[in-house]
């Protein structure tokens, strides 16, 4: 069965780098996945990536987006399919 990758990643307001990771931790999806691991990086942010068992479209919960006051932009999604 092929492997699909969602990464998610959000760049945190000022200052709250540490909060939003921490949200991101404690979010539960409706199913869970293969593995699930969690980054940051300097500039605040914060990357979540989940795999799942299915093709590149295959149907698999995602991350929600956080409170836009936790954020300094929009969050950035990627999908990648194990080749």
Known sequence: MPTVALMWEAKAAPGRAAELLEWAR???LPAAPGRRE????PGERVLVITWWEGDYDADVP????????????PVHRWRFVQV
Request: overall charge negative.
């Open 26 to 28: 404690a979010q539960e």
């Open 38 to 41: 969690h980054y940051t990086a």
């Open 62 to 73: 995602e991350l929600p987006d956080p409170a836009p006051d936790m954020t300094a932009r």
